[in-house]
């Protein structure tokens, strides 16, 4: 799909079970506006350049409607013709067409790359969350100069994985390391 490449460490332990209570406590959710965002991420040792850059992560994926319909109905920080060429597939009425998907990044949606800035930009940032990178507040000239410099994006992009990677360690008794990382060890 593109994008940087950076070394993981080997040996990370992981949990061995998964909570989505604690995922959906401890991860902002789609509707979060900067504050939030930029809080969660400085809780655990984040600033807002890592918010801003990791948050292109997003260049890739889809969303459901149900978590941008009141976005591209209610919000006015979104280009008027997005908004309406998203509007068919998710109508305005709650529970019609919650699980219709759209991609995260129109302009490259199966591609990572910068192209997620240039969305926001243009006030087509899918998710409100993604959008409050641009909107008026700090996050403005990070996000504009990501747009401009891809190559400060993608070797930025990899620090902050690093960096992500060492957030929340599980040690001694805690976890495993997982001999296929896609299931708890037998």
């Known amino acids: ?34 504050t939030t965002l930029l809080y ?31 976005r591209i109905y209610n919000e006015y920080n ?31 949606p199966n ?13 087509r940032g899918l998710l409100h969350s993604d959008q409050e990178l641009y909107n008026g507040g700090p996050a403005d000239n990070i996000t504009k100069h990501y747009a401009l410099n891809p190559t400060d994006f993608y070797r930025d992009f990899a620090t902050s994985m690093l960096k992500m990677q060492s957030v929340s360690v599980l040690t001694g008794n805690q976890g495993e390391v997982r001999l296929d990382c896609r299931k708890v060890n037998s």
Do not use: E
């Open 78 to 108: 979104i280009d008027f013709n997005f908004a309406r060429s998203l509007q068919p597939s998710c109508p305005s009425t709650a529970g019609d067409g919650d699980s219709n998907l759209a991609p995260l990044d129109h302009l490259s």
């Open 40 to 70: 969660s991420f400085q809780t655990r040792g984040m600033n807002l350049t890592d918010l801003v850059v990791l948050s292109a992560a997003h260049t890739i994926g889809q969303a459901r409607c149900i978590v941008f319909r009141r």
């Open 111 to 123: 591609q990572f790359g910068f192209n997620y800035f240039m969305n926001l930009l243009m006030q």
């Open 1 to 34: 799909l593109g994008g940087p490449t950076w070394d993981v460490q080997l040996g990370r332990r992981d949990a061995r079970n998964a909570s989505k209570d604690d995922a959906n406590t401890q991860i902002p959710g789609p509707f979060s506006n900067l």
